[in-house]
């Protein structure tokens, strides 16, 4: 549609906009026709009067003669009597070679212009009309006709009228017309305005109700919609109700693939341990390493489905207070003092046990490494197509990381020592499910001297 010249790709400003160009368009042929038919209505009546007057004089010539326009007041015009007002008569003889010519006042001893001498051809009647340069070098509207009297001679009659009049006329209605054409066209738009809003409105609504779903403050759309909206918005219920229960169903398949998996394993490690031998200590190791890969992806297998639901979210404060309360009892007989908080209206766009996964496996990772602090923050930033993302910060005062080592703690199933406790791979789990949900796990150094691991994630 841009190719088209609509602006944008708002629906709104498309139906203006063409509303708009069509409004102008009606306006403008409207205002051209009205302006011709005003045009050819007042050229019309200014040819009725210049045939009015022209009918009076050849009256009174053929009654009594030249003799008989004794005076041009009988006209009942007094632009006549003014000298080039634009009005004239003027009666000539062409029966003698004088050919004595009487004229209105208004001429001025001047002589109008013969429209047979400019081949204009007669009409019916032998009335000729026409267009020619005035003595007063204006454009003058002629009508002639010769009668003949009989024994009192042959005459041509004229009646000329200037057509500056008209053409005022012509003019100020045509800016009479602009001016009313401009201010409706200016309503129109507004009107325009005002009815695409509201026939866009259920639009609106149904965008309020999908961020409140999305928000994990509605279940589903439950607002009332006009008639071309309604089949969308329960469409729409179809893809949410549908949407989470593929999510049930994953947690359920996941969930007993899990525990159809880890018991025979679990059997494995024990006959292992139970008859100690080079065998059984391999299969051990590898059946623990089966395990932890098994934990990993099945976890993440439930991360991946969890960040695929709508609606779900999570308040950040309370988790982040319980977990650092947790580590630092936890971590407290080293001496290590966690601290930090978040603000109270900063939200998850996911689930709790995901947000208590990645938090506390980072915050996990740096209670082993820290000296005596860790500290974490977080903070919201706007990320690209106006998302939000809440970026969580958590500081160690420990030996930190070689930057060489970073992105190798992040792959699958790392673990870079083995002198700490737990299965190591936190960070590598930790970067997969922020990955799961569109965000990303990165190391830096921290101020404290550690590590820095930051999160980002979706949030509102």
């Known amino acids: 549609m841009r190719r088209l010249g609509f602006p944008g790709r708002s629906i709104a400003a498309r139906l203006f906009f063409a509303a708009a160009a069509l409004s102008s368009v009606v306006l403008m042929i409207a205002g051209l026709a009205l302006t011709e038919y005003y045009r050819r209505t007042a050229e019309d009546v200014f040819e009725q ?3 009015v007057y022209l009918r009076a004089i050849v009256a009174d010539v053929s009654e009594s003669g030249e003799d008989g326009r004794s005076g041009p007041g009988q006209l009942g015009d007094p632009q006549f009597e003014l000298a080039r ?6 009666i000539t003889r062409l029966d003698d070679e004088a050919h004595e010519i009487k004229a209105s006042r208004s001429l001025f001893a001047a002589k109008l212009p013969k429209l047979s001498d400019l081949h204009v051809p007669a009409e019916t009647g032998g009335v000729r009309r026409g267009v020619a340069l005035g003595p007063d070098g204006r454009w003058l509207r002629i009508v002639e006709r010769v009668i003949d009297v009989g024994d009192t001679g042959v005459y041509l009659v004229q009646v000329a009228a200037t057509t500056e009049e008209t053409e005022n006329q012509i003019a100020r209605f045509r800016w009479s017309l602009i001016v009313a054409f401009s201010l409706l066209a200016i309503a129109l738009a507004l009107a325009t305005a005002v009815q695409v809003s509201v026939g866009l409105r259920p639009l609106k609504l149904l965008q309020r109700e999908l961020s409140l779903i999305r928000r994990g403050e509605r279940g589903r759309i439950e607002s009332a919609y006009p008639t071309e909206v ?9 893809m949410i109700s549908a949407n989470r229960d593929i999510v049930e169903r994953s947690r359920t398949q996941v969930g007993n693939l899990a525990h159809a998996l880890k018991t025979p394993l679990s059997v494995i490690v024990n006959e292992a341990d139970a008859a100690p031998s080079p065998l059984a200590a391999k299969v ?22 969890r960040a695929g639901a709508i609606g779900a979210t999570t308040e950040v404060a309370p988790v982040v207070a319980a977990l650092l309360r947790t580590f630092g009892k936890i971590y407290g007989e080293r001496g290590v003092a966690f601290s930090g908080e978040a603000a109270a209206e900063l939200r998850f766009l996911g689930e709790r046990q995901d947000l208590e996964e990645i938090v506390g496996n980072l915050l996990d990772n740096a209670g082993k490494w820290a000296a005596s602090e860790v500290r974490l923050s977080v903070a919201l930033e706007n990320a690209e197509a106006g998302r939000s993302r809440l970026v969580f910060t958590i500081d160690d005062d420990g030996p930190g990381l070689a930057a060489e080592l970073r992105a190798q703690a992040t792959r699958r199933g790392q673990r870079l020592d083995e002198t700490r406790p737990g299965t190591g791979l936190g960070l590598s789990i930790v970067a997969h499910l922020t990955a799961d949900y569109g965000g990303a796990l990165s190391l830096d150094d921290s101020p404290l001297g550690g590590l820095r691991a930051q999160a980002r994630l979706p949030g509102l």
């Not at 007002?85 to 003027?90: I, N």
């Not at 309604?230 to 179809?238: F, M, Q, R, Y």
């Open 85 to 90: 007002s634009g009005w004239y008569w003027q």
């Open 284 to 305: 051990s190791e590898q059946a623990t390493l089966m395990r932890d890969q098994i934990s990993f992806y099945l976890e993440r297998a439930r991360a991946a489905a």
């Open 49 to 51: 009067r210049l045939g």
């Open 230 to 238: 309604a089949p969308l918005a329960e469409e729409l219920n179809l």
